[in-house]
């Protein structure tokens, strides 16, 4: 899974979206806030500055640019088991890493668990093809992902948020991230991205096909996520297209502070499967009012800390921010993915909803 080639046609696909970008800019737009305001608004967390200068391009900006990988043993939310505790010793890392590495069959034969497990956990087949997985685990030390609120946890969701989680707590399980749709009714109800037309954004961990290509150009920024989707970010100061546009990765603005990239987007779809992390509505897709603000801060020639805040007044009683450290792999090479919607698991699961219902 570590032979990945990045085929031309994402290049491709790069070129003729710039030529696309400079009239769907004039469609209704409004006026976007300073860059510097854009980013201050999003939450009351200061994102931590860096002492690190990356080197600059020919034509001036920060160089960032490689491949990265961002795979991740640490919850999104802290544990209530390990409340009020921010970070692990590297001793109690490494006993951590035993029972919670992603990618590993934790009761199977040999494993340190496995003689604690029930019958029912070491006959369980588990995620399928977990052999294959990559385990290009970054280390971090935290017990959380989320560094704002202070306690890592999400924050409260808003009344009306709590009303439409309960009424679809009948159709839904409970995954790391929040409410997923268990039951479906049609193909229509699965996620995007198991439908092939699209990723999250912000994208959290992502345990195979991760790596990630940071392209430059003079004014515009290209982030390629092998998983699916392309960004491309003009960094002109050009405002916010209208408010009657959404796209699947909403709309993306770009400014330099420092050696960080500043991204601020708006208009996503209503479409995307909760809503780049959690904004929802009655049937279960997502408001698409999201307002998010990333910060790719380097640290090192090999590192960067990203920090995505997300705020939704509608979803959430505050904003909230999780960190995110990539690595820098110059042996990671992206191949196209290669996802076909017509999967037979879309097909299986349908038939195994309509067998539960008989």
Not at 20 to 33: G, I, S, T
Not at 73 to 87: C, F, Y
Request: glycine share 8%; charged share 20%.
């Amino acid at each position: 899974m570590r032979s990945r080639k990045l085929i031309s046609a994402s290049v491709l696909a790069f070129v003729l979206a710039l030529a696309a970008l400079a009239p769907m800019a004039a469609q209704a737009p409004r006026q976007a806030p300073a860059p510097a305001a854009a980013a201050a608004t999003a939450s009351n967390y200061t994102i931590p500055k860096s002492t690190y200068v990356a080197p600059k391009t020919p034509w001036g900006d920060p160089d960032i640019q490689g491949v990265y990988d961002y795979q991740s043993m640490i919850p999104m939310q802290r544990p209530a088991e390990l409340a009020g505790k921010t970070t692990f010793t590297d001793a109690e890392l490494a006993e951590w890493a035993k029972t919670h590495t992603p990618n590993q069959d934790s009761c199977g034969v040999g494993t340190r668990a496995h003689e604690t497990c029930t019958e029912a956990q070491k006959n369980s087949v588990g995620a399928y093809n977990e052999f294959w997985d990559n385990r290009n685990i970054v280390k971090d030390n935290r017990t959380s992902l989320i560094e704002y609120p202070a306690d890592g946890r999400f924050p409260p969701m808003t009344p009306e948020a709590q009303k439409i989680r309960q009424e679809l707590a009948g159709g839904t399980r409970v995954g790391p991230e929040g409410p997923e749709r268990d039951t479906y009714r049609s193909w229509e109800e699965f996620p995007t991205v198991t439908r092939c037309i699209s990723e999250q954004t912000p994208n959290g961990v992502q345990m195979y096909n991760s790596g990630t290509y940071i392209m430059q150009s003079p004014g515009f920024v290209l982030i390629v996520r092998e998983r699916l989707d392309t960004r491309i970010i003009p960094l002109d100061g050009r405002p916010h297209i209208g408010d009657n546009i959404h796209q699947w990765q909403g709309d993306s603005r770009g400014h330099w502070e420092g050696s960080t990239l500043v991204v601020d987007t708006t208009n996503f779809t209503s479409k995307q499967a909760r809503g780049g992390v959690g904004s929802t509505v009655p049937n279960g897709v997502p408001m698409g009012n999201i307002h998010l603000v990333e910060h790719f801060v380097p640290i090192s020639a090999k590192r960067l800390h990203y920090y995505a805040t997300i705020e939704d007044p509608k979803t959430w009683t505050s904003s909230w921010t999780f960190m995110l450290p990539w690595e820098k792999d110059a042996s990671y090479q992206i191949y196209e993915y290669a996802c076909h919607e017509g999967n037979i698991s879309v097909g299986n699961a349908l038939r195994g909803e309509r067998f539960q219902g008989r």
